[in-house]
């Protein structure tokens, strides 16, 4: 698959990593000197924040689905302020990374403060850049948390789409103040009167309220940071509370440490203060404190209401975990709601191409994990593939951005198995449950998968998806969605063209290739998007891929029963194409348990020399069967049956790479 | 002058008695690279071609005209030249390949066999081969050849059959070939062999078998048959990649090879190399050389060689490869003496190699004795008959190590290239793991004058 170019997108979003791209080394050439991460203050004069005080400040995000134009938006918003100078080069000022740019989404969520003088009074405006997508809806959830208000946008020529929606029901279920604006109305095929119906039917927003811009062209952009300071109302806190700061985001800087983005629910925080983090309980004093213009500007001070950054001795990311609650020592206060953990909702197997890259690869992945506390990783090994890592994420989006960062910024070129779900077992051995040390297990390799006998339930994880497509494109997503075992649970005219779709769908159903499908025959028009929901009862199953009767630990997969046959089937014929003929028949065979539910067969080789071999033909033969011996070595034996690596590689790769 | 130009006529008397009945069957003596007396085989290189085959990618020119006399001046000034820094005191055999040598004329012939007859010692009977095309191959010019002392020839006929010598972009139709072929018998009674070649895009099983009974009906004591091989870059395989020509099936390819080894073995041939056939002993003993992994020197544009350089003092075997191109060669030759255009030393065990791969292909095997003389330290027994592949290969009927050395059996031969790749391997490994304890000692064994192996 693709990575390069927004066709490859899958869920067209903006990932958000708890750290920031890996910003002071990897900042990409192009980038003007002056958007860099300085050191040091930029200007000499350190602003004074306490003449914003909380009536002037107004704290929002910008949501979008992707390419509707956010990042233009927040460019021409950074000009209009002041923030950044006015020049062509503008262009995605907050998307830093190579990817983010090449693909348009943004990996990593910047955030800026902008001033701005509305009627004679001076204003605070602090763009809180979430990451958009919900493979992150946690981190986005934290990141409106610290908002009042945002800015919806909307493509005049599009409308709205499946991330448009699953964001807006992410900003009304925080109770935030939602400015609809549409965008790209200077296009030729802009219909915004469409879109303002379609917002009002799917939102319940007056068509009235929507604001028409064109953000490339700077129209109507000054309307919305009006709009920004009337609709949205300022932080409900008090300086004179004690200190209650959330933790929206984190980066690592590579000479500093962690750099923590923070909004103050109350107080304020200062150079030399003493804090503690409220869910790991450590305690460090603050080296610094400033804005974000974007870049990081030192104040004196962050008061309540102020959104800034911090800089504590803190040496990891895990130390500045999203969503956590920072107070002053000896002053603890309530933690703010909703703080969790990270979950991994896919993982996959990673290894080097070759082995010798290892340790390489190994720094690679501390470096990369180091801005991204999100990507849990766990050293793994395969007979086959080598020493590596089982990687989880949050999402595939996630997945693949973190992927590709791993080749465009590291240079590393990797081997990444098909995507896997976390499923659960309900255990109903007595003895199972007393050497798990509870009653309900998460299996991520299959080879921990329990048999049956000892299992009351398996589980496997759902979302929920959304689907916006052109209605002519109906009848064959529904049939995909339910070749996918998918349940609908909503059907909605969003206007007389375009369909909304909302299916529960199996997570493992949608991992490999879900994407790829609805795009092509949708021809390109159907977005799609999803959340998680939770776990359901499955028929799960483990199938086994045999060669000559020995099973290939590498290639057992757990499958839904009404599955197995099909996928045993493909895998077992995509087997016999890529092993080698040898010289005995090889039995390539899929079973559950002792049943056999496919079988291929690879017949010997009955001749295989190489008819001509004279003076003139030995070196160049040599040089042929030395590299043949050489892989000899790379051999996978399965019993007497030779697997060369390749094979593994390609029938352990995710589908879409064929 | 005079001494060398009666060498062809003595051998011509003694056609008769040739060494072939038995004679190259027979293992001949040791070959050393240096140990005294150096023999080699010489291979000869033509070039030129009339028209190139669809099927065909090797070292081959269409010229409008070849500058003979120039060509002949250069293949001799080689030869000696090569002979001289090989130090050969024999050469065993000489075989003109090509290209199409058979547009050669004789005295071309006649005046590298006179070079090499001068520069060495050129036995009585020493086996001259000449790849001949049916196209150029009339009595009269056959009998030019066997006059410059040419006594086996090889006819490429290919196909008896027109619509598949024509698919194989070949000049000449099944009944020239068959006139060839009668025309050479007669004048090369029981040194005459013939190429054919089998699994052609669209053959099939009946087609092929009758192609066999007709060669047998036409042939004399020596048949190469050749699985066609799609090289890249040919017409041929270009057409069968487009679909416009169907690619053999792999299960009729061996099919066609298994009933031509028995049909063939019916009739009396022995199946003394993957692809070559004789009976009455009529083997071919240039070709065995290779396959014996012995010294041969190579000359002409794009040959290869295998040989020590004791001119220079060298001790060790050369892999040397001639300058391809034919202008950019004569050119090399006449400023150096010799167009090589490049050499490399192989090491102990890329020897090793070479005459696992090359010997392997025969029904003789690898004997005891010729091993050892590439390794007098480990002998096959220690290399590969412990534990490990070539055991294993064993046990499953593929391979045998006895008191007559290694070989394939019947079945191994037909999937030699499957099994070469775990022998190399082993082989690898077990001279590393030998190697490397009694660290300093292969090293002293070779400097040890005479020793060829380890």
Same mark, same amino acid.
């Given at each position: 698959?693709?990575?390069?170019?927004?066709?490859?997108?899958?869920?067209?979003?903006?990932?958000?990593?708890?750290?920031?791209?890996?910003?002071?080394?990897?900042?990409?050439?192009?980038?003007?000197?002056?958007?860099?991460?300085?050191?040091?203050?930029?200007?000499?004069?350190?602003?004074?924040?306490?003449?914003?005080?909380?009536?002037?400040?107004?704290?929002?995000?910008?949501?979008?689905?992707?390419?509707?134009?956010?990042?233009?938006?927040?460019?021409?918003?950074?000009?209009?302020?002041?923030?950044?100078?006015?020049?062509?080069?503008?262009?995605?000022?907050?998307?830093?990374?190579?990817?983010?740019?090449?693909?348009?989404?943004?990996?990593?969520?910047?955030?800026?403060?902008?001033?701005?003088?509305?009627?004679?009074?001076?204003?605070?405006?602090?763009?809180?850049?979430?990451?958009?997508?919900?493979?992150?809806?946690?981190?986005?959830?934290?990141?409106?948390?610290?908002?009042?208000?945002?800015?919806?946008?909307?493509?005049?020529?599009?409308?709205?789409?499946?991330?448009?929606?699953?964001?807006?029901?992410?900003?009304?279920?925080?109770?935030?103040?939602?400015?609809?604006?549409?965008?790209?109305?200077?296009?030729?095929?802009?219909?915004?009167?469409?879109?303002?119906?379609?917002?009002?039917?799917?939102?319940?927003?007056?068509?009235?309220?929507?604001?028409?811009?064109?953000?490339?062209?700077?129209?109507?952009?000054?309307?919305?940071?009006?709009?920004?300071?009337?609709?949205?109302?300022?932080?409900?806190?008090?300086?004179? $509370?004690?200190?209650?700061?959330?933790?929206?985001?984190?980066?690592?800087?590579?000479?500093?440490?962690?750099?923590?983005?923070?909004?103050?629910?109350?107080?304020?925080?200062?150079?030399?203060?003493?804090?503690?983090?409220?869910?790991?309980?450590?305690?460090?004093?603050?080296?610094?404190?400033?804005?974000?213009?974007?870049?990081?500007?030192?104040?004196?001070?962050?008061?309540?209401?102020?959104?800034?950054?911090?800089?504590?001795?803190?040496?990891?990311?895990?130390?500045?975990?999203?969503?956590?609650?920072?107070?002053?020592?000896?002053?603890?206060?309530?933690?703010?709601?909703?703080?969790?953990?990270?979950?991994?909702?896919?993982?996959?197997?990673?290894?080097?191409?070759?082995?010798?890259?290892?340790?390489?690869?190994?720094?690679?992945?501390?470096?990369?994990?180091?801005?991204?506390?999100?990507?849990?990783?766990?050293?793994?090994?395969?007979?086959?593939?080598?020493?590596?890592?089982?990687?989880?994420?949050?999402?595939?989006?996630?997945?693949?951005?973190?992927?590709?960062?791993?080749?465009?910024?590291?240079?590393?070129?990797?081997?990444?198995?098909?995507?896997?779900?976390?499923?659960?077992?309900?255990?109903?051995?007595?003895?199972?449950?007393?050497?798990?040390?509870?009653?309900?297990?998460?299996?991520?390799?299959?080879?921990?998968?329990?048999?049956?006998?000892?299992?009351?339930?398996?589980?496997?994880?759902?979302?929920?998806?959304?689907?916006?497509?052109?209605?002519?494109?109906?009848?064959?997503?529904?049939?995909?969605?339910?070749?996918?075992?998918?349940?609908?649970?909503?059907?909605?005219?969003?206007?007389?063209?375009?369909?909304?779709?909302?299916?529960?769908?199996?997570?493992?159903?949608?991992?490999? $290739?879900?994407?790829?499908?609805?795009?092509?025959?949708?021809?390109?028009?159907?977005?799609? $998007?999803?959340?998680?929901?939770?776990?359901?009862?499955?028929?799960?199953?483990?199938?086994?891929?045999?060669?000559?009767?020995?099973?290939?630990?590498?290639?057992?997969?757990?499958?839904?029963?009404?599955?197995?046959?099909?996928?045993?089937?493909?895998?077992?014929?995509?087997?016999?194409?890529?092993?080698?003929?040898?010289?005995?028949?090889?039995?390539?065979?899929?079973?559950?348990?002792?049943?056999?539910?496919?079988?291929?067969?690879?017949?010997?080789?009955?001749?295989?020399?190489?008819?001509?071999?004279?003076?003139?033909?030995?070196?160049?033969?040599?040089?042929?069967?030395?590299?043949?011996?050489?892989?000899?070595?790379?051999?996978?034996?399965?019993?007497?049956?030779?697997?060369?690596?390749?094979?593994?590689?390609?029938?352990?790769?995710?589908?879409? $790479?064929? | 002058?005079?001494?060398?130009?009666?060498?062809?006529?003595?051998?011509?008397?003694?056609?008769?008695?040739?060494?072939?009945?038995?004679?190259?069957?027979?293992?001949?003596?040791?070959?050393?690279?240096?140990?005294?007396?150096?023999?080699?085989?010489?291979?000869?290189?033509?070039?030129?071609?009339?028209?190139?085959?669809?099927?065909?990618?090797?070292?081959?020119?269409?010229?409008?005209?070849?500058?003979?006399?120039?060509?002949?001046?250069?293949?001799?000034?080689?030869?000696?030249?090569?002979?001289?820094?090989?130090?050969?005191?024999?050469?065993?055999?000489?075989?003109?390949?090509?290209?199409?040598?058979?547009?050669?004329?004789?005295?071309?012939?006649?005046?590298? !066999?006179?070079?090499?007859?001068?520069?060495?010692?050129?036995?009585?009977?020493?086996?001259?081969?000449?790849?001949?095309?049916?196209?150029?191959?009339?009595?009269?010019?056959?009998?030019?050849?066997?006059?410059?002392?040419?006594?086996?020839?090889?006819?490429?006929?290919?196909?008896?059959?027109?619509?598949?010598?024509?698919? !194989?972009?070949?000049?000449?139709?099944?009944?020239?070939?068959?006139?060839?072929?009668?025309?050479?018998?007669?004048?090369?009674?029981?040194?005459?062999?013939?190429?054919?070649?089998?699994?052609?895009?669209?053959?099939?099983?009946?087609?092929?078998?009758?192609?066999?009974?007709?060669?047998?009906?036409?042939?004399?004591?020596?048949?190469?048959?050749?699985?066609?091989?799609?090289?890249?870059?040919?017409?041929?395989?270009?057409?069968?990649?487009?679909?416009?020509?169907?690619?053999?099936?792999?299960?009729?390819?061996?099919?066609?090879?298994?009933?031509?080894?028995?049909?063939?073995?019916?009739?009396?041939?022995?199946?003394?190399?993957?692809?070559?056939?004789?009976?009455?002993?009529?083997?071919?003993?240039?070709?065995?050389?290779?396959?014996?992994?012995?010294?041969?020197?190579?000359?002409?544009?794009?040959?290869?060689?295998?040989?020590?350089?004791?001119?220079?003092?060298?001790?060790?075997?050369?892999?040397?490869?001639?300058?391809?191109?034919?202008?950019?060669?004569?050119?090399?030759?006449? /400023?150096?003496?010799?167009?090589?255009?490049?050499?490399?030393?192989?090491?102990?065990?890329?020897?090793?190699?070479?005459?696992?791969?090359?010997?392997?292909?025969?029904?003789?095997?690898?004997?005891?004795?010729?091993?050892?003389?590439?390794?007098?330290?480990?002998?096959?027994?220690?290399?590969?008959?412990?534990?490990?592949?070539?055991?294993?290969?064993?046990?499953?009927?593929?391979?045998? !190590?006895? /008191?007559?050395?290694?070989?394939?059996?019947?079945?191994?031969?037909?999937?030699?290239?499957?099994?070469?790749?775990?022998? !190399?391997?082993?082989?690898?490994?077990?001279?590393?793991?030998?190697?490397?304890?009694?660290?300093?000692?292969?090293?002293?064994?070779?400097?040890?004058?005479?020793?060829?192996?380890?």
């Amino acid at each position: 698959m693709a990575l390069a170019g927004r066709a490859a997108l899958r869920w067209g979003a903006r990932l958000p990593s708890p750290g920031p791209a890996a910003a002071p080394l990897c900042r990409p050439a192009w980038l003007p000197a002056a958007c860099g991460r300085p050191y040091s203050s930029r200007g000499k004069e350190e602003i004074d924040m306490s003449t914003y005080p909380v009536e002037s400040i107004r704290n929002f995000s910008i949501i979008a689905h992707v390419d509707h134009g956010k990042s233009t938006l927040a460019d021409r918003l950074l000009e209009i302020t002041g923030t950044i100078s006015k020049t062509d080069h503008n262009k995605q000022v907050l998307d830093k990374l190579q990817v983010e740019r090449e693909r348009g989404i943004t990996v990593k969520a910047q955030s800026a403060s902008l001033f701005y003088n509305h009627e004679g009074i001076n204003y605070l405006l602090s763009l809180i850049d979430t990451p958009g997508h919900v493979d992150f809806s946690y981190e986005v959830s934290r990141s409106l948390s610290a908002c009042q208000g945002v800015i919806l946008v909307v493509d005049a020529n599009e409308g709205i789409q499946a991330q448009t929606v699953a964001n807006f029901y992410l900003a009304f279920e925080a109770q935030l103040s939602i400015i609809p604006v549409i965008n790209k109305i200077d296009l030729k095929n802009a219909d915004p009167e469409r879109v303002e119906k379609q917002i009002e039917k799917l939102f319940d927003i007056p068509t009235d309220e929507c604001i028409r811009i064109s953000a490339k062209q700077g129209t109507n952009v000054e309307k919305v940071l009006q709009k920004v300071i009337e609709k949205i109302p300022p932080p409900q806190c008090n300086t004179a $509370d004690p200190l209650k700061a959330l933790v929206f985001d984190s980066t690592f800087d590579h000479y500093r440490g962690v750099v923590a983005n923070i909004a103050l629910f109350g107080g304020e925080i200062a150079k030399g203060h003493k804090i503690v983090s409220a869910h790991t309980k450590k305690r460090y004093e603050v080296n610094e404190v400033g804005i974000l213009t974007p870049n990081e500007q030192p104040t004196h001070k962050l008061y309540a209401g102020q959104v800034g950054y911090l800089i504590a001795g803190m040496k990891e990311v895990t130390e500045a975990q999203i969503g956590d609650t920072l107070f002053l020592y000896k002053q603890p206060v309530e933690p703010l709601p909703g703080f969790k953990s990270v979950k991994p909702m896919v993982f996959a197997g990673m290894y080097p191409v070759d082995q010798t890259e290892y340790n390489n690869l190994k720094s690679a992945l501390e470096r990369l994990t180091l801005n991204d506390s999100s990507v849990t990783v766990h050293r793994d090994s395969s007979l086959a593939l080598g020493a590596g890592w089982r990687l989880g994420f949050l999402g595939l989006l996630h997945m693949e951005v973190f992927n590709q960062r791993l080749e465009q910024e590291y240079n590393m070129s990797v081997i990444l198995t098909a995507p896997t779900v976390p499923y659960k077992a309900v255990l109903s051995s007595a003895k199972l449950i007393k050497e798990y040390g509870k009653d309900q297990i998460t299996i991520i390799n299959p080879a921990q998968f329990p048999d049956k006998l000892s299992v009351s339930e398996y589980l496997e994880p759902i979302v929920l998806g959304t689907i916006v497509t052109p209605h002519e494109y109906i009848g064959k997503i529904i049939t995909l969605c339910q070749d996918r075992r998918a349940v609908q649970k909503d059907l909605l005219y969003i206007d007389e063209n375009r369909v909304m779709l909302k299916y529960l769908f199996p997570l493992n159903e949608i991992v490999v $290739d879900f994407y790829d499908a609805l795009k092509s025959l949708s021809s390109g028009y159907a977005s799609f $998007d999803y959340e998680d929901a939770g776990y359901q009862s499955a028929d799960l199953i483990k199938m086994d891929i045999l060669l000559n009767g020995n099973p290939v630990e590498e290639l057992a997969t757990i499958i839904h029963k009404d599955k197995a046959y099909a996928a045993g089937k493909l895998l077992c014929e995509h087997l016999k194409e890529t092993i080698p003929r040898q010289l005995f028949e090889i039995a390539i065979q899929a079973a559950i348990g002792k049943k056999i539910i496919a079988r291929e067969t690879l017949k010997p080789y009955r001749k295989n020399v190489v008819a001509k071999c004279y003076g003139g033909d030995i070196t160049r033969r040599m040089k042929l069967l030395r590299r043949q011996a050489e892989g000899k070595r790379l051999m996978r034996k399965i019993g007497n049956v030779e697997v060369p690596r390749d094979a593994f590689i390609r029938v352990l790769k995710r589908e879409t $790479d064929k | 002058m005079a001494a060398a130009r009666g060498w062809p006529r003595r051998l011509a008397a003694a056609a008769g008695a040739l060494p072939g009945r038995g004679g190259p069957g027979r293992a001949p003596g040791p070959a050393p690279d240096t140990a005294a007396p150096a023999t080699a085989a010489l291979y000869v290189h033509w070039p030129y071609c009339r028209k190139r085959c669809s099927y065909c990618n090797f070292n081959t020119y269409v010229v409008p005209a070849v500058d003979e006399a120039a060509v002949r001046a250069c293949l001799v000034r080689e030869a000696q030249t090569l002979l001289r820094l090989s130090q050969v005191h024999s050469v065993t055999s000489v075989f003109f390949g090509g290209g199409t040598p058979s547009l050669a004329s004789p005295g071309t012939v006649a005046a590298v !066999l006179e070079a090499v007859a001068g520069a060495a010692h050129l036995p009585a009977g020493a086996e001259v081969t000449l790849e001949a095309n049916p196209s150029s191959a009339s009595a009269s010019v056959l009998d030019g050849f066997r006059a410059a002392g040419v006594n086996r020839l090889s006819i490429g006929v290919q196909s008896l059959d027109d619509a598949e010598l024509r698919m !194989l972009g070949r000049e000449h139709t099944a009944a020239e070939a068959r006139k060839a072929v009668e025309a050479a018998r007669g004048l090369f009674p029981g040194r005459t062999s013939i190429d054919l070649l089998f699994g052609l895009p669209g053959q099939s099983r009946d087609a092929w078998a009758q192609r066999l009974e007709a060669t047998l009906r036409l042939c004399d004591d020596h048949i190469s048959l050749y699985q066609l091989t799609l090289e890249r870059g040919t017409a041929l395989a270009a057409q069968v990649r487009a679909g416009a020509l169907p690619a053999p099936p792999q299960d009729l390819l061996a099919d066609m090879y298994h009933t031509a080894r028995n049909v063939l073995g019916a009739a009396g041939f022995r199946h003394y190399e993957v692809s070559n056939f004789a009976r009455k002993g009529a083997l071919s003993t240039h070709n065995l050389s290779y396959w014996r992994a012995e010294q041969y020197i190579g000359v002409g544009p794009g040959a290869h060689g295998r040989f020590v350089l004791r001119a220079e003092g060298g001790c060790s075997r050369e892999a040397r490869v001639q300058t391809p191109e034919p202008v950019a060669w004569m050119r090399e030759v006449q /400023s150096q003496g010799h167009g090589t255009r490049s050499r490399a030393v192989l090491s102990p065990l890329e020897q090793l190699e070479e005459l696992l791969t090359l010997g392997l292909r025969t029904d003789e095997g690898i004997t005891h004795e010729r091993w050892g003389h590439f390794s007098p330290q480990l002998n096959l027994q220690a290399v590969f008959g412990e534990p490990g592949e070539a055991r294993a290969l064993q046990q499953e009927g593929w391979l045998v !190590l006895d /008191s007559g050395g290694l070989r394939c059996t019947w079945a191994g031969l037909a999937v030699l290239d499957s099994l070469l790749p775990a022998l !190399l391997w082993q082989l690898q490994r077990v001279l590393g793991a030998a190697r490397c304890p009694p660290r300093g000692a292969p090293a002293e064994e070779r400097a040890g004058g005479g020793a060829r192996g380890l």
